[in-house]
């Protein structure tokens, strides 16, 4: 099962993968004393627990959560210790495939690995004497926010835990780092990347979607990701639009990177052009099959973009970053435009 949280709805309801819950946040991360471009240290990073200053150019940095590693990599940092992957890493090193490109690349040490199944392994964390810990890309409590603190200078995310796009975790993170001209420009490339993704699929521009994570064996509970979740502004980027019906869900559940419906009321979802959903070969053919989900216009036309929840596409897309972008995005927007091909 995916999580909500980040990658799939692990745990309880840290939908994490799929659920890869995960969302973006309007607030733009404060950098003060110059950065990597201008090389001037010390340097202060704004956050939602407040400011971390950072007094030199860290030597020995750690990364916890989702993605946040993506950054310091692409921005030419090789981490000293980062998160084990266990959401759609299909050879199970822990280490999703353009993540082992760029420290392929960079030449660096293979980082320590943290077991993050139960949250951040503080000891493990301390164990690879960090001079700086990048978090903006998580749902870091305030209290885990303090424990990592007394270990290094800690970045958090900048509004809400887990509403952080991959532009706000790249200046946020790239800021702390003292690279905040390089990741100014990374996040630059990167839009131009995307803009001419969504050139080469014109069908998808003004195309409504809905977002989801159901089982369509049990519709119990359906999770639909809402407009600040990252998965789902990352869309936004590609010139699609959530459906009226999502969008008033998100009007519903203000702060949140999903909203749970039961499966009587998933008629919210009707006006969605095409529906996204995690799963794997079967799961179209069991979603038409299932009465309540088969009723929406979009499955009865086969108009369902199904994301392989145990390929790594799933983790490139469900947490974009700077580097599983030009990853994942050719693959991924042409089982968008597939899905578009099917609307009625």
Same mark, same amino acid.
């Given at each position: ?9 692990a745990?309880?309801? =840290? ?30 990073? +704004? ?43 299909d ?10 490109? &760029? ?34 890309n998580?749902?870091? =409590? ?5 424990t ?21 975790? =790249?200046?946020?993170?790239?800021? &702390? ?35 989801l ?12 990701y809402?407009? +600040? ?29 999903? &909203? ?24 179209? &053919? ?47 927007t ?11």
């Amino acid at each position: 099962m995916l999580s909500l949280r980040r990658p799939a709805i692990a745990a309880a309801l =840290t939908l994490s993968g799929a659920l890869l819950l995960t969302a973006c946040s309007s607030t733009t991360p404060a950098s003060d004393g110059g950065s990597a471009g201008g090389g001037g240290f010390p340097v202060t990073v +704004e956050h939602a627990y407040g400011a971390t200053e950072v007094p030199e150019q860290p030597e020995r940095v750690a990364t916890v959560a989702w993605g946040n590693q993506d950054v310091a990599l692409a921005l030419g940092v090789v981490p000293v210790g980062m998160p084990f992957v266990t959401y759609a890493d299909d050879n199970g090193d822990g280490i999703l495939p353009w993540v082992q490109d &760029a420290l392929d690349e960079l030449g660096g040490e293979t980082p320590e690995l943290f077991d993050e199944v139960d949250g951040i392994n503080f000891e493990q964390v301390a164990d690879t004497a960090p001079d700086l810990i990048l978090g903006a890309n998580s749902g870091l =409590t305030e209290e885990e926010y303090q424990t990592l603190t007394e270990i290094a200078p800690t970045v958090s995310f900048p509004g809400e835990p887990w509403l952080v796009d991959w532009r706000e975790s =790249t200046t946020l993170n790239g800021a &702390a780092l003292g690279l905040a001209d390089e990741a100014d420009e990374l996040v630059a490339d990167t839009e131009q990347l995307i803009a001419d993704a969504a050139a080469a699929h014109p069908e998808l521009q003004g195309t409504t979607f809905a977002y989801l994570w159901v089982d369509p064996g049990d519709t119990s509970s359906v999770y639909v990701y809402l407009p +600040e979740d990252a998965r789902v502004s990352f869309l936004a980027d590609l010139g699609m639009e959530p459906s009226a019906g999502v969008q008033q869900l998100a009007a519903e559940n203000e702060g949140q990177f999903f &909203a749970t419906l039961t499966a009587e009321n998933l008629d919210v979802l009707a006006d969605a052009d095409i529906i996204l959903n995690y799963g794997g070969e079967d799961t179209l &053919a069991a979603m038409q099959a299932e009465p309540l989900l088969g009723a929406l216009p979009a499955v009865q036309a086969g108009a369902v973009a199904i994301v392989t929840e145990s390929d790594a596409l799933a983790a490139a897309m469900t947490t974009p970053t700077v580097l599983s972008i030009p990853w994942g995005i050719d693959e991924y927007t042409q089982i968008l435009a597939d899905a578009a091909a099917k609307v009625q």
